[in-house]
């Protein structure tokens, strides 16, 4: 028994069958209609994304018995022999296995030989970077004078690593990476006549793990598919593909925004149990937070976010309780966290904790209410009437604020008692008297343990990615930095 799988099955035959690469196609097909083809063309682009394909459907646009045209008939025997791969004046030459310039010596040679009449000899080098730069010099007199009615079409993944001597004798089409909906949509038409059942659910996850390639996504469908038939739940797909279920991200994400580290580290031990990689649980998480942001900020988040209509309303509605702000944040400090998770002697225990820090994070408004008590310690070590939100216009109007102060009101209530703390800088009007070493010494200790300072260290702690990033400002005044 022989089953042609799937990416093979649904190879496409006409430039409009091909998803995406609309600029690469309509160009193509313009270029056959005036006939105004180059003599060599470079595909270039991921992988699985439609290069070997746009190849041999404009080597059949021009050998189709019909052609030149841009709608080859699929039925001529030039047009079969080319999708089986056995016309005699289409060749398809696998650069990989074929490096050599004695290879080269050889496709020069066989260049030679007319094609049947009124047909063009084709030459598609798949993988063409992976030629030896003697095969390479070989090709450049055949690229600048090719033979009447020849093409070259070269495939790549790899456009850097061919020298430019061959890159300025090729028109270059530069192929992209499939766009969420291009694929979701090719995957609805492809199981809808399969007459596979699967849970739409399913279709985005393994969207989401293929990059953009449309090979990659009928893979994973045909390694489904071999398994369980044409009926595939959303359990067993999890299990074949070793997807992580989105649940078990947000009874992670759930608590860390309630604030409760216990739960938040019992539901990643539980995902952990069932022997999902750390590294892979934090790429997901990270995943699953900064879908939170684009949800909340993009009106119709189809193209960016791989969720269904109503995960994305769920998705919004969290969002909303809890401010965009707060998961842009959790994304830094994650993503800060967990880079060197590979490095860690146990990557889970890492990942731990930095879901425990998560989930003790400080809240947001920390920051701004912490500048607004600092300002009222710094005008006289009490808050100005009128509540600590006062105080923003009045003492500060001649400082520049530092960055990431929002404007939101200050927190009175959550001032610390109040107690001298050395000031950060004196009014300018009352220099302070200068005080001995020992005094300075004692000052410096008692800053460290106050808790206003205790809960910037935090604050800052969480922001510490912000500060690498913005570390090229100028650095600001030292605290015991005499003022005068
Ligand atoms: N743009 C596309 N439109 C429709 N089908 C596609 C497209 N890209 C890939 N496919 C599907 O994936 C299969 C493989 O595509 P193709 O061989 O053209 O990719 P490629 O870019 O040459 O990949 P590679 O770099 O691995 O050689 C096709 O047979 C088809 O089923
Ligand atoms: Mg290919
Ligand atoms: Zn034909």
Not at 2 to 20: C, K, M
Not at 128 to 145: C, R
Not at 271 to 276: Q, R, Y
Not at 294 to 321: S, T
Request: net charge neutral; proline share 7%.
């Amino acid at each position: 028994m022989s089953y042609e799988v799937l990416a093979r099955r649904w190879r496409p035959q006409t430039f409009d069958d091909v998803v995406g690469q609309s600029h690469v196609t309509v160009t193509l097909a313009n270029a056959l209609r005036s006939e105004r083809l180059s003599h060599a063309i470079l595909l270039a682009g991921p992988r699985g994304v439609g290069k070997t394909s746009i190849a041999r459907i404009l080597a059949r646009s021009l050998n189709c018995d019909e052609g030149p045209t841009e709608k080859p008939c699929g039925r001529c025997s030039p047009c079969v022999e080319i999708a089986n791969s056995t016309s005699l004046d289409v060749q398809e030459i696998d650069a990989a296995s074929h490096t050599g310039v004695d290879n080269v010596r050889e496709l020069r040679d066989s260049i030679r030989y007319a094609a049947a009449p009124g047909k063009h000899r084709i030459f598609i080098i798949d993988e063409v970077h992976m030629l030896s730069q003697a095969a390479f010099n070989a090709l450049l007199k055949t690229l600048e004078e090719p033979p009447p009615r020849s093409l070259f079409i070269f495939a790549t993944t790899d456009p850097q690593k061919i020298p430019v001597t061959v890159l300025s004798r090729v028109q270059r089409f530069d192929l992209k990476r499939l766009g969420g909906s291009e694929l979701l949509s090719r995957l609805r038409q492809i199981v809808a006549s399969e007459a596979i059942e699967i849970p739409e659910s399913v279709l985005r996850a393994i969207i989401r793990e293929v990059d953009g390639s449309l090979r990659d996504a009928l893979t994973l469908l045909d390694r489904l598919v071999s398994g369980f038939g044409s009926s595939i739940s959303e359990e067993a797909a999890g299990a074949v593909l070793d997807l992580v279920d989105r649940r078990i991200l947000l009874d992670v994400l759930d608590p860390v925004l309630e604030r409760d580290p216990a739960n938040a580290l019992s539901a990643l031990r539980r995902a952990l149990e069932k022997g999902v990689a750390p590294t892979r649980l934090a790429a997901d998480l990270l995943e699953e937070v900064r879908n939170h942001v684009v949800a909340c900020i993009v009106k119709d988040p189809g193209e960016l976010v791989q969720l269904a209509e109503e995960e994305v309303a769920e998705v919004r509605e969290r969002a909303r309780k809890h401010d965009v702000e707060t998961f842009q944040r959790l994304f830094r400090v994650l993503l800060s966290r967990t880079q060197e998770l590979g490095f860690a002697p146990r990557p889970a225990h890492a990942l731990e904790m930095a879901v425990v820090r998560l989930a003790t994070l400080p809240s947001s408004e920390s920051l701004s209410a912490l500048m607004t008590r600092l300002e009222a310690l710094e005008n006289g070590g009490a808050p100005g009437p009128g509540g600590g939100g006062s105080t923003r216009g009045e003492g500060s109007g001649t400082r520049p604020r530092p960055r990431g102060t929002g404007g939101a009101p200050g927190q009175r209530a959550g001032s610390p008692p109040r107690r001298e703390v050395p000031r950060a800088r004196a009014p300018a009007s009352t220099p302070p008297p200068r005080r001995d070493l020992d005094q300075e010494a004692r000052l410096r200790n008692e800053a460290k343990s106050h808790p206003l300072v205790r809960e910037i260290i935090d604050v800052l702690d969480a922001e510490i990615c912000e500060i690498r990033t913005h570390s090229t400002l100028p650095p600001a005044p030292a605290l015991d930095e005499d003022p005068r």
